[in-house]
């Protein structure tokens, strides 16, 4: 239907809004705007896969790839924040899916669900919602984004100009930048996997072949699960530069929802200990909160998750200087208490190890080339010990992250917009510049009132932007700006 509802525009045609990427950002701020609109809007979502609502992240059909936190925080509408679990009872899938259950009592559900249920909310709302708001799939690419005073104009890859009042950049998770060391030759060799999500690829892989593993991460998490799902008996080498792997979800759920804890004002960690400006302070706060909560008998979860909700206000009032340390000394210790991995991955994790077959190192890749049978050699150098070593891999698996660095995503939109200056890129290197509204900042330093930015590319700014959560809050923070806007202009 969005098909043939795209093929039957005009060569030029204008939307109140057009919304770049179909993800889980696109698609939930098209479901809020048709809810909350204060008249019927044209809303456009620019997006080349077949169904909105799925993206990278939700696309994966893998049955062991599982969301990072319960089914209560996956929140897309605030009046309804119980609407992913009770369309799971719907599905029958708390019944049948009986492995997504944890110890504690919560529900992981499977990723590919979560992405069934975005696309059939979309859809849901597509074809009725409360202010008329016409919702279109356009199934294209976006290839370039003019921006003047108070309209967008956005150039398909077929050659069709859309213009917008209002243009938002809500595209999610691009491929993972290539390490420089596996640049050239060696990214050529059958053996090197650039897309740590080509399961086809993945499943194809000898059974017994050495494998390397670039990060220790959430990515590589998944990946190895599916290379467990699939009966890979070979050894399996983890390597970051810190050797982290994602910490264990919270024993003891908060009885809080995600949402009751967002909305607080001021957050609990700023209630308690002040806005502070320095990283030394926070991380001496949070030690402390830490302690405390140990003598009560409770684990490290909760303090940390009061930090996590401050963030968003905390980040934004850091000095630059103390960003930038932070994203050197501190980013990848956050990052596996933040992004915890879901029980059942850790199991598989667990099991490996044990048997012998997982190995976690810290170390730097010096070198890597060609080997015989399209394999990869590479040189490893331990960050503990001054030691070298070399080793042969059936397979190299890139899962060192998303790429949210706009000068070299091989987004044509994000490096069009960084290259114009219409909208600038943080100074830590992670997405673009916004304001408190998620309004780009051009070269000028003035907000674009005509483009918006939001999702894990406003990471820079506001540090808590990539997940489902989060992206569900700063939606729902700028809605009041964004629907007066619309409705002013």
Excluded at 77 to 83: L, S, W
Excluded at 224 to 234: E, S, V
Excluded at 331 to 352: C, G, H, M, N
Excluded at 403 to 426: K, R, V, W, Y
Aim: proline share 6%.
């Amino acid at each position: 239907m969005a098909a043939e509802r795209f093929i039957k525009m005009p060569f030029s045609h204008a939307f109140d809004v057009l919304i770049i990427g179909g993800g889980y950002s696109g698609a939930a701020l098209a479901v809020r705007l048709s809810r909350e609109a204060r008249r019927a809007l044209s809303v456009g979502v620019i997006e080349p896969r077949d169904e909105v609502g799925k993206g990278v992240a939700y696309s994966a059909v893998h049955p062991d790839y599982r969301l990072n936190g319960p089914d209560a925080v996956h929140i897309v509408m605030p009046d309804r924040p119980n609407d992913f679990h009770d369309w799971l009872q719907r599905e029958g899938i708390l019944e049948a899916d009986f492995k997504g259950w944890a110890g504690s009592g919560v529900f992981f559900a499977r990723r590919a669900d979560f992405g069934r249920y975005m696309a059939e909310l979309f859809q849901g709302h597509q074809a009725v919602n409360g202010t008329g708001t016409d919702l279109i799939h356009i199934h294209a690419r976006a290839m370039s984004l003019v921006t003047g005073h108070d309209f967008s104009m956005v150039t398909l890859d077929k050659g069709q100009q859309l213009t917008a009042r209002l243009a938002v950049l809500a595209t999610s998770n691009e491929m993972p930048a290539v390490p420089k060391t596996f640049q050239g030759d060696v990214r050529l060799q059958s053996g090197f996997f650039p897309n740590p999500w080509d399961l086809d690829r993945l499943a194809a892989l000898v059974p017994d072949a050495p494998i390397l593993v670039l990060g220790t991460g959430l990515t590589a998490a998944d990946v190895i699960t599916a290379l467990a799902f699939h009966g890979h008996t070979g050894p399996i080498d983890a390597v970051s530069r810190t050797g982290l792997l994602p910490m264990d979800q919270n024993p003891m759920p908060d009885k809080e929802t995600m949402w009751e804890r967002f909305l607080q004002k001021p957050p609990r960690f700023i209630k308690k200990h002040g806005a502070l400006t320095n990283v030394a302070d926070i991380l001496r706060c949070l030690r402390r909160d830490i302690v405390d909560r140990a003598a009560e008998g409770k684990t490290w979860h909760g303090a940390f998750d009061d930090l996590r909700d401050a963030v968003r206000t905390l980040w934004t009032d850091l000095p630059l200087a103390e960003q930038q340390r932070f994203r050197r000394h501190l980013k990848s210790w956050y990052e596996t208490r933040r992004f915890r991995i879901a029980p059942q991955v850790q199991a598989v994790l667990d099991d490996y190890q044990k048997a012998g077959r997982l190995t976690i190192s810290a170390a730097r890749i010096t070198s890597a080339r060609r080997s015989e049978g399209g394999g990869v050699a590479v040189t490893f150098r331990s960050r503990a010990q001054d030691v070298t070593w070399e080793k042969n891999y059936g397979a190299v698996i890139n899962c060192t992250g998303l790429n949210t660095s706009p000068d070299d995503s091989g987004n044509p939109i994000m490096e069009q917009l960084a290259f114009t200056g219409a909208a600038i890129p943080h100074p830590t290197g992670h997405g673009f510049l916004v304001d408190r509204e998620c309004r780009a900042i051009s070269a000028s330093g003035e907000p674009q009132a005509a483009l918006r930015i939001i999702g894990p590319l406003t990471r820079g700014t506001f540090m808590e932007s990539g997940s489902v959560p989060a992206i569900s809050y700063q939606i729902h923070k700028i809605m009041p700006d964004v629907l007066a806007a619309l409705n002013a202009s």
